[in-house]
């Protein structure tokens, strides 16, 4: 026969009383419901009310009155057929793809050589992620003045150097402006990538390259032949990132240019801006606005699509 003992102090002890498993469960969610609450007032309530404005005829009477009338797709068959609304997005995407494409190359330069050990690595990544850190106001406002024809850095460089023979305002004529705001946009998000790159590359184990070596394989064999395979996922989300961020951007290009010379750099943000704030019709900037979201979302499916790709493969 055994006799079981309580430790001492626990012969009268009460289990303690737990909620039941449902409440612990809706407890749980609660904490969830600030974040629930910020989304659903910061995102999906201006997205869902600038759809819903590009639907209906709204100029400034109908902003103070309201009772705007509906009047369906007629504002999307309005904007499509304008000349300015392809040019504009013409030049987006022009403007758009040269930012990428400068960033993301200077962007894997740097990333490749901060990634070699030498004396005051650290120092110079920080300084070079001032260019990522600047406001846009400050950022865009250099570009300026260094462009500027009269007294501008870059032409007295230039002058140095025999590639330049008197003044040129750049952002006075239509292809030095495009130009300027794309390697300005690219300027700001070069250390954004290079971060991103040097994560992924920092990855990459010694040991392949080291066997890459022992086959003969030279700097740039190894370069095509490890590391950008390696680095695709992680290329993919830069690009990816880098092209929705371009994309979207109004303030460096209304800084420097205001959409001119002309409409050289008349990019989309600039035109919905126009639209609802200088011709104050609100409608059609919200369906310029809106329509600016499908080429994000297509290449965000392509993106996902292709990394559940890779995964099952």
Known sequence: MTTTLNEPGTANRTPPVRAPRRARHWGDHLFVVPAVVFVLATVLYPLVFNIDLSFRDVGVGEIVTGGAEWVGWENYADQLGRDE????????????????????????ALAVYF???????????????????????????????????????????????????????WLARPVPALFAVVFATAWSFTPFIMILLLA????????????????????????????????KPVNLTALLLCFISTFKTFDTVFLMTRGGPGEATMILPIYAYNEAFEFFRFDTGAVATTLMLVVPLGLSVFYFRSLRREEAA
Not at 86 to 92: E, F, G, P, R, Y
Not at 116 to 135: D, E, K, T, V
């Open 85 to 108: 609304f392809w040019h504009a997005l013409v030049i987006s995407l022009l403007y758009t793809g040269l930012a990428v494409a400068v960033a993301f190359a200077l962007g894997m």
């Open 115 to 169: 990634n070699q050990r030498f004396p005051g690595r650290n120092i110079m990544r920080s300084l070079l992620l001032l260019a990522w850190i600047l406001p846009t106001v400050v950022s865009a406002n250099v570009w300026r003045w260094m462009l500027d024809g009269s007294y501008g850095l870059i032409n007295t460089l230039l002058e140095a150097v025999g590639l330049l023979d008197g003044d040129l305002f």
């Open 200 to 231: 992924g590359l920092q990855g990459i184990p010694d040991t392949l390259y080291e066997a890459a070596k022992i086959d003969g394989a030279g700097a740039w064999r190894r370069f095509t032949s490890v590391t950008m395979p390696l680095l």
